[in-house]
């Protein structure tokens, strides 16, 4: 019937080379039809891990003579891999997430038909199929249909074999059931119907946003408890010993309740009750070292008798009130720290001060500190431009090195990085795979999550610098920076290393600053020259277009001044 299986190895890339013969006379469009088989991952119908396949251009040949594509459209299309980008010749190619193992439609409309030659015998049709995106995939069951028409057709008309079928059946033979079938394929596809349900798509949309912004929380009480005891010596499988419920240490204030046992709400209500000022103080306590550097107590995981006494307990204890009688309310205590004369101070301090004062316990003076890991990619995000400062979403996937997942088995994963606006989100948003942090995050010292993590540890490697030297990221927003930096008012090298400054660090270099990247840009700018060919490699870096009316030569030297600013102490500290 047309369909063909892949099988055997599957390569990382690949290209399927397919050759029809037909009795059509002449070609107008090609209809790809892929289906779900049990011998693929996930039944299909793509062969990587997770049943999906990228398909990058489809090109097509009537005895030699090829098609040109006017457009093509699919019955379905994952987000940034565009059923129409197969025509256009996007690199995203056409994908099908979250639809494996289901069967989907690609349809090529060609600007004109391609006929046969009057003196061939018989009409040859050769297909070739592009599949360079990686990670395996490639197509695994699908089969072609071609038609002598060139008018635009729904991909998603008659989009399985079944209701083929059942459209051939005379109505009078027609199960009820079928016939519902039908009608409902009917109402999904057809033009007399698109405004009502695009209008029902904007409702559904609307309803499973309010849905989602409900805030609900995890509650047993459907769910009898479970008797607890103490256990003897140790023992869990001795059931002697007294029975225990919920409670708090009774050294404590106890909660003001009269329920026969306590539940999660009672323990909610115990926590932020006047009585117990212990959840104020920890949050105010860690909101403080969040503008300070440290908290008013240095132990904010561990904030108590066992931890270190605050530096300042009066003013704990004046904030977690105000805190409270605020309703809680976290702007307010933001506002209130950040707009305080000890906040606005500067970090300078003198010799004097240093040694009076080693580690500002009596902040006077601000505290200077390395960004931490999301803030320095945001950081270097933001002066080149790219940043995307959207609130909310799905987690996104920066750029990764390649084999970084090798090692993750059950089931064996493949990382596949964002493109579009979302490779430009802010760091909060990077996708954490457990024991398998993102390495550029790793690399600044943020935690694996496998345990809390109330203060992050800073440390300063060689190991960052060659992150923010090399990481793609970092190179892509180097380009963008260098490209901010001419695009802007004067075009001599000390305006415009001026306005790097001024848009990286708020101030102007310094005159061995200025002598030092003078001679590293013109060094640059010779070696670029005389090989255009690494220019190119370097401006290539990222997804972001790059500006055409620039010289490559010199945006290149001014890539390499960039990424020096992005690596500066200056540029990862907070001052």
């Known amino acids: 019937d047309g369909r063909i299986l892949a099988s055997g190895k599957n390569p ?3 290209v399927y080379e397919l050759e029809f013969k037909t009795d059509l006379t002449s070609v107008g469009g090609l209809r790809l039809e892929i289906l779900p088989h049990d011998s693929l991952p996930a039944k299909g119908p793509g062969r990587a891990g997770n049943g999906n396949l990228v398909v990058k251009t489809i090109e097509a040949t009537l005895n030699g003579q090829p098609l040109a594509w006017q457009a ?16 256009s010749g996007d690199p995203n190619g056409w994908a099908i997430l979250p639809q494996t193992g289901k069967s989907n439609q690609l349809v090529l409309q060609s600007k004109e038909a391609v006929s046969r030659p009057k003196d061939a015998t018989e009409t040859i049709l050769k297909v070739t199929i592009q599949q360079h995106h990686g990670g395996a995939h490639t197509l695994g ?12 057709a729904s991909p998603t008309e008659l989009a399985n074999e079944e209701l083929a079928k059942l459209a051939a059946l005379p109505v009078e033979e027609r199960k009820p059931e079928q016939q519902a079938q039908l009608w409902n394929a009917f109402r999904e596809q057809t033009p007399l119907l698109a405004e009502l349900r695009e209008t029902l798509k ?8 309010l849905d989602n912004s409900i805030v609900t929380t995890l509650g047993t009480e459907s769910v009898a408890p479970r008797e607890m005891r103490v256990l003897p010596r140790g023992n869990w499988m ?12 009774h050294f404590l204030p106890q909660p003001n309740t009269n329920a026969e046992r306590l539940n999660r709400l009672d323990l909610a209500k115990w926590m932020v009750s006047s009585d117990n000022p212990l959840v104020a103080r920890t949050f105010v306590n860690r909101m403080w070292m969040l503008c300070f550097g440290q908290g008013i107590a240095r132990s904010v995981d561990d904030l108590g008798s066992q931890g270190s006494w605050p530096t300042h307990p009066e003013l704990l204890d004046w904030l977690a009130v105000e805190f409270v009688e605020s309703g809680w309310d976290i702007k307010h205590l933001f506002k209130l720290m950040v707009m305080s004369e000890t906040y606005r101070q500067t970090s300078l301090a003198g010799d004097e001060l240093r040694k009076a004062d080693p580690y500002n316990e009596l902040y006077a003076r601000q505290s200077r500190w390395r960004l931490e890991a999301e803030m320095i990619r945001d950081n270097a995000l933001a002066i080149s431009g790219l940043l995307v400062p959207e609130v909310g979403g799905v987690s996104v996937k920066p750029y990764q090195p390649a084999g970084y997942w090798d090692q993750l088995n059950f089931p064996k994963r ?4 964002d493109g579009g606006s979302a490779q430009y989100r802010r760091g909060v948003y990077t996708h954490w ?11 600044f010292d943020a935690p694996a999550r496998e345990e809390c993590t109330a203060r992050r540890e800073r440390s300063n490697t060689p190991i960052q610098a060659l992150v923010l030297l090399n990481d793609p990221t970092y190179v892509e927003a180097a380009r963008k920076f260098a490209e901010r930096i001419l695009s802007g008012d004067g075009d001599t090298f000390d305006a415009q290393l001026d306005r790097a400054y001024r848009l990286s660090l708020s101030r102007v270099p310094e005159t061995y600053e200025r002598e030092l990247l003078s001679d590293l840009y013109h060094s640059n700018l010779d070696f670029y020259r005389k090989e255009p060919e690494s220019a190119e490699n370097l401006l290539q870096t990222g997804l972001a277009p790059m500006e055409d009316n620039m010289d490559k030569s010199e945006l290149a030297a001014w890539t390499t001044i960039a990424r020096t600013i992005l690596n500066l102490h200056e540029t990862i500290t907070r001052y």
Request: hydrophobic letters at 25%; aromatic letters at 10%; a negative charge.
């Open 238 to 249: 001795d059931n002697s010993g007294e029975v225990v419920t919920p409670q708090v240490p």
């Open 12 to 14: 990382d890339k690949d």
């Open 414 to 417: 493949t990382y596949q990085h």
């Open 72 to 87: 093509s459209a699919a019955s379905h299309s994952q987000d940034q891999h565009k059923g129409e980008y197969v025509a």
């Open 433 to 443: 795979q457990r024991t398998f942090l993102h390495p550029s995050l790793l690399a």
């Open 202 to 209: 904007t409702l559904n949309d609307r309803k499973t946003a």
């Open 141 to 152: 069951h699908f089969r072609f249909y071609a038609t002598s028409s060139t008018e635009q």
